[in-house]
Every structure is written in structure tokens, then in C-alpha cells.
């Protein structure tokens, strides 16, 4: 198997009651993740029992631990995130059709929705109209207090909210797709990207070089808008037709009224103004990055224009398994750089200066070895 990951041959006693489990996780927005000692709920007949292997580091984890949404979306501590998550089932409940032991699975940004809601019966449990659970920080109705992610050793979630990772995958780097990659497939599905059309990418962090690789499988003609010199060459490598920089006046007048769809995946919010002026009539910029308050466009401009600014996040469970099988197909994988567990806070402050290409993923595997 792909990473060296060799399924577990005998199942695990399935637990009967809550159980510890060691995490990583911040005491306040201000302090360091630190190993802890978490509580999961006992393996229900609908459960899966995942051994965490692989945890990929997103944006919104750091968001999260540094307490950075607070107006909208504050943080309760102590706070575990992780929502890239891949690891090997060990125990299932009675119940459970989906899995067996020595299988791999994948956990995503929700461990649980309604299911009930006209929402979830179209399979956008994201948008859940009674609240989808999150990964980390939801309420949890299991043991009370709030959910914890997956910078963690185990955890026990629902089989329908555990995705089928194909064999043969390369573990570690699907892990992004849980998030990153559902995250920039979804909008390229929703607005119908087809073949020939030319989409930019704003911004080539974790979610963007995913948008890259994904919009050019899919044989649109990509632009890659970035603040980084450096990032210029890469997104070529990655695909893109031309790479330009924001900051570019002439090359931004040059590519006026020119693209059928944009994708932002900033973290943060900025002038949107002058990517709006790329689009054209009836085109559309979706922002899946930023999720605090934008700096909006021109209303007479969006007006005369007829131009749309959207917002997307994540995609159901099944476009999230949809999109893992379509990157298995196409050999498409996130490009990452693996981590231990100690080495979080130091990968955490590289991604916020841009040091990374372009996922950092936390290898479980090497803590239980060592």
C-alpha cells in the first residue's frame, strides 16, 4: 500500500464506553498546541473507529486556534483541529455497511448532519438547515462540550460521514482533498466549468494549487492571480497557462472582461474590485477563502456588468467521496510536505509567511513508530 501503510490484520476491541485518546490541540488563541488528552465517544452501531494516520494542516485550522474569527465564529477551548483526515478503521459498530477493519477512510470538514432537512437529502449536509456538525468546534451531542479534529491519535465518527479512500492512493497527500480539494471542486461543478473556458485561481496557497490542478484535469484554460514573485514559475509547473501578479496594473487591464469564472481562495480579505472587472457578462467570482467580512465590490459595476460574487464552502459527502475517486482516477494528489506532530506551531507559522508548497500534512505514523 501507498506510504507504507499496512492495513491491520485483527480488529480492535471496539470500545464500550468513552475512551482517551492523544491530541494536539491550544489551550487559548494565544498559547502553543500542545499534546493533550482528549475524550472520544464509545463506538456506536453506526460508528467507525479510525487510527489517525495522516492530518493535513489547513488554513481554517490556524484560523481557529488564533481565535482570528471571533466576531463571526468564535473559538471555544481548549480547541483540536484537523479536518484532512485520513487513518485505518480498527473497530465498526453492529450496524455498519460501509466499512471493515484494515480499511482506509477519510474524515472531512462534518461528522454529522440532521440528515433530514431538504439540504441533507440533496447531499449538501454542509448546508444543513438545523446546523451541520463540524469536525472540531461544533456542540457535541455525544459527550457534551464541543467536537475535536484530527490532529489526534483515534477518533469515532458516523460511517456515512467517512469517505472511501481507493486503494492504492497515496495517503498522505489525499489527505488535503477532505478539504482543500472538495473546497475548489465544488464551485467548478456548481457554475459547470467546461473544457476551453478560462478560470483564474486567486491566490496559490493550499486550496488554490488544488484549484489548479483540478481546473486544468478538467482542460479549462487557467490564470493564476498571486502577491508571490516566487509562485509565478510554479503555477505554470502546476498547469496554469500564465501566472500573473495582482499587483500587475497592466497585465490586470490587459485581462479586462476576459474569464468565465473565478475562484478565491485568499484567506483574508482584499480589494475585490479589480478581479470583478475580469469577469464577463453573467460570469462569476466565487470566494471560498476569505470568511470574515469582505472588502465588496463596485455596485454600479456589478450592476452594468452583470456580474456575480459568490460564496462557496466544502461540498456534501457526496461530491467529497466524488471528488476523491475523480483525483484517484487522474492521479491528481496535493503537493505537501510532511510533518511530525511536534513540529505543528513551527508549519503553522510557515503557512501564515507563505513558506510552504503547499500543503504541510502531520504524519501520525512516525509518532506511533518512534
Request: with cysteine; aromatic share 6%.
Amino acid at each position: 500500500m501507498a506510504t507504507g501503510v499496512r492495513a491491520q490484520q485483527a480488529a480492535a476491541p471496539v470500545e464500550t464506553g468513552p475512551f482517551s485518546v492523544r491530541a494536539y490541540g491550544a489551550s487559548s488563541a494565544a498559547s502553543a498546541l500542545e499534546a493533550r488528552q482528549i475524550q472520544r465517544r464509545a463506538v456506536g452501531p453506526k460508528d467507525v473507529l479510525i487510527d489517525v494516520l495522516y492530518s493535513g494542516i489547513c488554513h481554517s485550522d490556524i484560523h481557529t486556534v488564533r481565535d482570528e474569527w471571533r466576531q463571526t465564529l468564535p473559538t471555544r477551548f481548549p480547541s483540536v483541529p484537523g479536518h484532512e483526515i485520513v487513518g485505518r478503521v480498527t473497530a465498526v459498530g453492529s450496524a455498519v455497511t460501509k466499512f471493515k477493519v484494515g480499511d482506509i477512510g477519510g474524515v472531512g470538514c462534518m461528522v454529522d448532519s440532521c440528515g433530514t432537512c431538504e439540504n441533507c437529502l440533496a447531499d449538501r449536509e454542509q448546508n444543513c438547515l438545523k446546523g451541520a456538525t463540524f469536525t472540531y468546534g461544533s456542540p457535541d451531542p455525544a459527550l457534551g462540550g464541543f467536537t475535536f479534529g484530527g490532529y489526534s491519535e483515534r477518533m469515532v465518527v458516523a460511517e456515512h460521514f467517512v469517505i472511501r479512500i481507493p486503494p492504492g492512493a497515496d495517503l498522505a497527500a489525499t489527505a488535503p482533498l477532505l478539504c482543500a480539494g472538495v473546497t475548489t471542486f465544488s464551485p467548478m461543478q456548481h457554475w459547470r466549468l467546461e473544457p476551453g473556458q478560462r478560470v483564474g485561481v486567486i491566490g496559490l496557497g493550499g486550496l488554490g494549487h488544488m484549484a489548479v490542478k483540478l481546473a486544468v484535469a478538467r482542460r479549462a484554460e487557467v490564470t493564476v492571480f498571486t502577491t508571490s514573485p516566487g509562485k509565478i514559475a510554479d503555477a505554470q509547473r502546476l498547469g496554469a497557462r500564465e501566472a500573473v501578479l495582482s499587483s500587475d496594473a497592466e497585465a490586470m487591464k490587459r485581462l479586462a472582461n476576459r474569464f468565465d469564472l473565478l475562484i478565491s481562495t485568499v484567506p483574508h480579505a482584499y480589494p475585490m474590485q479589480p478581479f470583478m472587472d475580469l469577469l464577463k457578462l453573467d460570469a462569476t467570482l466565487v470566494n471560498v477563502g476569505a470568511l470574515n467580512d469582505l472588502e465588496g465590490p463596485n455596485g454600479m459595476a456589478l450592476a452594468f456588468g452583470r456580474k456575480s460574487l459568490a460564496g462557496s464552502v466544502i461540498g456534501g459527502i457526496a461530491e467529497t467521496q466524488e471528488v476523491v475517486d475523480y483525483c484517484a482516477a487522474r492521479n491528481i494528489k496535493a503537493d505537501i510536505e510532511l510533518i511530525r506532530p511536534d513540529q505543528i506551531n513551527q508549519a503553522m507559522d510557515r503557512v501564515v509567511s507563505k513558506d510552504i508548497r503547499y500543503r504541510f500534512v502531520i504524519d501520525f505514523t512516525a509518532e506511533r513508530q518512534g
